[in-house]
Structures are given as C-alpha cells and as structure tokens.
C-alpha cells in the first residue's frame, strides 16, 4: 500500500517527537517503514496504524497517544504494561499545552460539578467493578504483606492496618469519608464494636452499600459541619484526589470541625513529589476534574488546622501490585465486559489500568497513608501500637 507525501511527512515529524524519548529503546513500526529509537536492544514495540499528527502530540502527548490506543490507531506488541513501564517514566518529556486544555485541566470544583465527576466513574455499575475487584469491593491500595497474598487478602489486610493506626475501641464513632462499598465500616463494626457512619456521592454506592446496618448519607463533604456531627475518628480513603487543589484546606477545616478534641485522623490518598494539575487524558477520560495532591502542600495545610502528624507511609509499590491485579482480572473477564461496552471503552479501561500500574512502580506517583490527631493527644501509646 503506497503513502501519500502528506502521510510520510507527518510520519517522519511524528517519529523526530518520540526520539525525545531514548532511556529505554524501542521500536516504531508503520505499515510501510520501521524506526529503531534509542540506542541498544529495542524494550518494546509500537505499532501504529496511522502518524499521530505533530500538532496533537504538541498539545498533549498523553491525550494524543492515548486517544490513538482507545481509537486502535496504535498496538503495542507484547505485554502493554511492560511497554509502558519502560514509556511513562519518561512522562517529564511529554508536552502539554495547559492553555489550550483549560477545561479538561481545571474544571469547577463546585458541589454540582463534582458529584457529576464523581458519578462519572464510580456509577459506571456495581457489576462491572465487581468483574475485576476483589469481594470486599475495595477499589483502593491493597496491602501485600507477604508476597503471595491475593488480592482479597490483601485489601483485608489494608483494612485491618488502617483500623489498628486508628486505635478504635468499643462504642467509638467512625466516619468514613468516601466510603466506597463499605467494607471498612463493616470491618470496623464487626471487629470493634464501632458505630460507624459513611459518606458518599456515588448513588450506585449508596444502593449497595443500602444492604448492610450501618448509617451510609449520600453527603458533600462540604456539607458535614451542618450536621453538628462529632465523631472519635475519621478515615478517609482514595478520596483526596477528587477534593481539588483549591480545597484542600476546606476538605480538612470540614474534618476538624467534626472530629473530637484527640482524635484520630487517617488520610490514605494518592500523592506526588511536587503540585501538578495533572494528566490531560486521565482527566479527560477517567477521573473529570481528579488532581494528584503533593505531600508537602497536605502537611502544610494540616498545620493550619492544629493537626498534629504522628506517622506518614508510603505505600507505592502496594499499589503498582494492586493494579496489576485489577488488570489481570479485567483481562480475564474481557469477554463478559464485551457483552456491556465497546471496544474503545474497553481498550481505554486496560490503558488506564496499566498505566497507572507503570506511574506507581517509576514513582511518578505514590501513596501515603499520614495518622494524625486533632491537637495533642498524649493518651495514645509512645511507639507505633500497630
């Protein structure tokens, strides 16, 4: 099959543009040519169907050759996760033209918008995430204690954890800030005789979570001081990341105003080395309006707040395993997923997963668990009890 001139043209700029990209080499295949990137054996290789044209990979390489996967316009050869491990820790040589993406990158944060975004992912369907998570229904860092751990064990584990850093005792009140499917208030119920409270946007949450006899509220974290609420400890978990740069500081005043003097609060959030508006086509296609918070700006906004910090945890290569699992289970159940969404819905979740895997495992992202109480507590034990 013959190019046209405007074809190879845009080939050639569009291969000039990835030869920024030489830590690791690699292959580019097109129907009629090949190109070998880097130096030294190629660690993967990248088909492409058609050139991605220079002004997209310009604007944003991530919504570019994301959007070319989803569209089938490139495949990669091999094992999509090994490739982009090898390709995204390299994601500081990517161009992004926030200008020009102003409203994938910095959407509203008010109450409206973001329980649209939020209903955007998690109400997709209690049946689809139960294709590929684990019973507990824990889309959150699993916790490998020992290397053969399954994906439910682990989840089980990261729940325990979470309530031992807590130091809960019988008839203390819990909320939970984002709570999912519920699984660590029925946890916290059973295994501590807690009372327990969740909060949620998602609707199709809130149904499940319907079954079991703890108190769940379809609630804006916003919204929590209104109730007069005074709770012994708080947990919130994956729940940062939706909450916006410009309200961190409102997300932790809504904390302190319900916690007890003492008491305890655990916050379990995907985190960075330095503040980033984040990634365009995550944002454009997984989480609406999801920002990556650093570590540094949460400790700094905790001090406004009298929250005094008695541990942090990094979790990262926890979660790089986590996902991996997910992935694994999505590849496994591809065929009941075919019955429910298109080939580019499905081709655009494996990405997601994937890639999320590979920025876990180069440190583009990590996880931090930091417990904290409200003021000075000098009742708690003087080493780590947990």
Known sequence: MFETLQEKTEEKAMVQFLERFTDYPFLVKFKNSEYHIG?????????????????????????????????????IEGNLYEALDHFLGQMGKFSTNESALKKIMFSSTSKKNQEKEVTSHYDIGNDFYKLWLDETMSYSCGYFIHEDDTLYQAQVNKVDYILKKLHLEEGMSLLDIGCGWGFLLIEAAKKYKVHGTGITLSHEQYAEFQEDYLTVELMDYRDLPKKEYQFDRVVSVGMLEHVGRDNYQLFLDCVEKVLKPGGLFLLHFISALKEHPGDPWVKKYIFPGGTVPSLREI??????????TLDIENLRLHYNKTLLHWEKNFRDNIEKEKTRFDEEFLRMWDLYLSACAATFHNGIIDLHQILMTKGVNNDLPMTRWY
């Open 39 to 75: 130096e030294g054996e190629p660690t993967f290789t990248v088909n492409f169907k058609k050139a991605i044209p220079l002004a997209d990979l310009m604007k944003s390489t991530s919504l570019a050759l994301g959007e070319a996967y989803m569209r089938g316009d490139l495949d």
């Open 299 to 308: 400790l700094n906004h905790m001090a406004e707040d009298n929250f005094h």
